[in-house]
């Protein structure tokens, strides 16, 4: 079993960066394939991006792709979703989640934990 707790969120204004962290505790980090997540008011839990456990294998959502990198930190135990040229269509609450395996998944339900999810605002 692993926890998961992401940080980093924050309002920020159309066009700016930030960087989301999601640290995990528990079971070895390695062993997972760590994806994100993010959820709009009203709307479903969409995938963004994933990388797999050994860092090989990433994959993006097309609104993600060319503004947001994922990539993760084993010795740290963290994974991160670094976010530029941020756009108001960005926000929502963001998840991080984990999968036991080293094969990529872009459906959330193929993620067994996940963080409590992180704000993140993006004015116009």
């Known amino acids: 079993q692993v926890q998961l707790v992401e940080s980093g969120g924050g309002l920020v204004q159309a066009g700016d960066s930030l960087r989301l962290s999601c640290a995990a505790s528990?079971?070895?980090?390695?062993?997972?394939?760590m994806g994100w997540f993010r959820q709009a008011p009203g709307k479903e839990r969409d995938f963004v991006a994933v990388?797999?456990?050994?860092?090989?294998?990433?994959r993006y959502a097309d609104s993600a792709k060319g503004r947001f990198t994922i990539f993760r930190d084993n010795a740290k135990n963290t994974v991160y979703l670094q976010m530029n040229s941020l756009k108001p269509e960005d926000t929502a609450v963001y998840y991080c989640?984990?999968?036991?395996?080293?094969?990529?998944?872009?459906?959330?339900?193929?993620?067994?934990?996940w963080g409590q999810g992180i704000q993140v605002t993006v004015s116009s």
């Open positions: 528990g079971r070895t980090f390695t062993s997972y394939t």
């Open positions: 990388i797999n456990r050994s860092a090989g294998t990433t």
């Open positions: 989640a984990a999968r036991d395996s080293n094969w990529v998944s872009l459906d959330r339900k193929g993620y067994t934990y």
